[in-house]
């Protein structure tokens, strides 16, 4: 259940803050009695009610009383207060992560052979997507299949976003889709691919025959390649990326040949 306490108040304001709300009026004695707030701390916690603009004193009264701002506008304004502290820490985590990154990054490929695997079609998705957000100089993407498991609209918006990303960032992105899923799925395959991307000189989207397979080449440097279920070879077991630069070259270099045989993808 939500509470005063949820929204930054500690037990003892939201305690003297209620205590108000039911009394109209009361002088600090009378709060420590109603709210069960110890006499040597409700001052205290009086005063932070006050300078949350949530309680308003009557100075001119001996004993000096107080009285709570109403319910709705006493939120509102706890809410505000919520919010801006929010933004802050938001804006030191952007900061920290904006430091980190500047020392966590390398430009340095990586020499030694390293791979990761995820298994499942959601899993696969995850990992195909953290790896194109991580491209920095070139994406060259083979789509020859399609998966039932995998929904063209949610998933190849997701994976638009990333590629708008990384051109956006410099990238080149080369995409080679296999002609039997255009005839399948028709035009839309790559519509919204060109109509977002079109406009950028370093992305290009082409067709080809023949081609099987759904993988990505990534900065030259590594493969992620989608492996199909050898019980049911429409469905997605795993993806598997693998950072190999000797291995990563010798697909860039069948993708080339390929692209250059390949014609544009009209709509």
Avoid: H
Avoid at 175 to 191: A, H, N, T, W
Avoid at 199 to 211: A, L, M, Q, S
């Amino acid at each position: 259940m939500a509470t005063l306490n949820d929204l930054g108040l500690s037990d003892y304001e939201a305690r003297v803050y209620r205590a108000l709300l039911s009394a109209g009026s009361a002088t600090a004695k009378e709060l420590s009695l109603t709210s069960d707030v110890p006499m040597g701390r409700v001052y205290d916690v009086l005063g932070t009610l006050e300078n949350n603009s949530l309680v308003r004193s009557q100075a001119a009264s001996r004993p000096k009383k107080y009285v709570a701002v109403e319910p709705e506008t006493a939120l509102e304004r706890l809410v505000v207060e919520k919010k801006r502290e929010l933004r802050e820490e938001m804006e030191r985590y952007e900061g920290v992560a904006g430091a980190l990154t500047e020392k966590l990054d390398t430009t340095e490929t990586v020499a030694e052979r390293f791979s990761t695997a995820a298994v499942g079609a959601d899993e696969s998705i995850e990992l195909l997507l953290e790896r194109l957000e991580a491209a920095r100089d070139s994406i060259s993407m083979v789509v020859g299949n399609l998966s039932p498991q995998i929904d063209p609209d949610d998933v190849g918006e997701e994976v638009l976003d990333r590629l708008v990303d990384s051109v956006e960032e410099g990238a080149s992105v080369r995409i080679l889709v296999s002609s039997d899923l255009v005839s399948r799925f028709g035009p839309e395959v790559g519509e919204r691919y060109t109509d977002v991307l079109s406009e950028y000189p370093d992305f290009e989207i082409r067709t080809v025959e023949e081609i099987r397979g759904t993988f990505n080449v990534i900065d030259g440097v590594e493969v992620c390649v989608e492996v199909a279920n050898p019980l049911a070879p429409n469905r997605v077991l795993a993806m598997i990326d693998l950072k190999d630069p000797e291995f990563a070259a010798s697909v860039g270099e069948e993708f080339d040949e390929r692209w250059d045989g390949a014609a544009p993808l009209n709509l």
